[in-house]
């Protein structure tokens, strides 16, 4: 099956970050563990820290937010991120100086982004997608978008060289699971659960069905996320039979029990190094 791919860009190696963590993860038999944050976390400067530490514990890969005042799909932990973001005044040209710091310091690190279709709008598809390609950003994934609906946001990112990420939930249809892989590249995002993000500590298999779907139609590596907070549910994405875990409201948790910054680079690096360890790393 053909998929749309980022346009390779002159003298970068876009194209190749995660195909290349795959790859080398593959060689050592462990999975990916992708922490997500939101950008500018409590205060631009911290939030800087923040991307650091989670760098510094292992992460394989970051996942990355713009603060957005209506994010609908993220539970209390994320939204209560992005606020504290927006009470700092982040505004998205703050986050890409962020994002393009973190590529300055680690070249070959995969660094996603994950908004809302409201923020790439006010700036336009094309000027966003080129902004975030010049910032170093790999991959950008518009959550609250309908696949019936991406097809614009999808092109303009193959535009700007960036890979287009495809999100499937646990009941996707047959119709819609064949469009999100046909038209993805990195990875694709599969939500463990319905509903929207938040730690959860239960056990979730629903997603196993589709991560097997995937496989079988050649889809690009499967990335679970959505109640990821445990190393045990690191150990479960895997054992379904994902290629790795995202978690973004422990990250978003563990920012909001800390004024310190050293304690918290401090809690977060131990906590992205214990979900790492569950990815069968040595």
Sequence with gaps: MARERGTRVSGDRRDDRYAAMFERLSARGEGAFVPFTVLGDPDPETGGAVL????????????????????????????????????????????????????????????????????????????????????????????????????????????????SIGLVPPNVSEAVLAAVVSRSAGYVYVVSRPGVTGADRGQHDAARAVIERLRRVGAPPALMGFGIAEPHQVRSALEMGAAGAISGSAVAERIGLHEDRAALAAELTAFVREMKAATGAA
């Design 52 to 163: 650091e530490a989670l760098v510094e514990g292992g992460a394989d890969a970051l996942e990355l937010g713009i603060p957005f005042s209506d994010p609908v799909a993220d539970g209390p932990a994320i939204q209560a991120a992005a606020g504290r973001a927006l009470a700092a005044l982040v505004r998205p040209a703050d986050c890409l100086v962020l994002v393009r710091e973190v590529r300055t310091r680690h070249p070959d690190l995969p660094i996603g982004l994950l908004v809302y279709a409201n923020l790439v709008e006010r700036m336009g598809q094309d000027r966003f997608c080129e902004e975030a390609a010049r910032a170093g950003v790999d991959s950008v994934l518009v959550a609250d978008v309908p696949e019936l609906e991406s097809a614009p946001f999808r092109a303009a990112a193959v535009r700007a060289g960036v890979q």
